[in-house]
């Protein structure tokens, strides 16, 4: 059972940046796939990131693709999201997520078994 505790979420100005920390218990870390999710109000949670076991392939949602980077530390059982050039649309809760199997896609919500409790961005206009 992996328990997962996002930080570094907060209020930001457009063309800020924000880096956010998942940190993951519980469970040999290096075992899961990793990605961020995010949930506007009103809207549904929606597939931002997602990266390998050890690191070495990363996937992005076209909407933050070349402003975000993904990235894990094994040693420290973490996985970020560093985020640049922040949009008023980025505003929302963002999630981590485990798993450790992937049957068709890391990018599909429903193949993550894991979830933190959320982390709230706000990107100011």
């Known amino acids: 059972q992996v328990q997962l505790v996002e930080s570094g979420g907060g209020l930001v100005q457009a063309g800020g940046s924000l880096r956010l920390a998942c940190a993951a218990s519980?469970?040999?870390?290096?075992?899961?796939?990793m990605g961020w999710f995010r949930q506007a109000p009103g809207k549904e949670r929606e597939y931002v990131a997602a990266i390998s076991r050890y690191g070495s392939t990363t996937y992005y949602a076209d909407s933050v693709k070349g402003r975000f980077t993904i990235s894990r530390d094994n040693a420290k059982n973490t996985v970020y999201l560093q985020m640049n050039s922040l949009k008023p649309e980025d505003t929302a809760v963002y999630y981590c997520?485990?798993?450790?199997?992937?049957?068709?896609?890391?990018?599909?919500?429903?193949?993550?078994?894991?979830w933190g409790q959320g982390t709230q961005v706000t990107v100011s206009s």
């Open positions: 997520a485990a798993t450790a199997y992937v049957q068709s896609s890391p990018t599909k919500r429903n193949e993550y078994n894991y």
């Open positions: 519980g469970g040999t870390f290096s075992s899961y796939v």
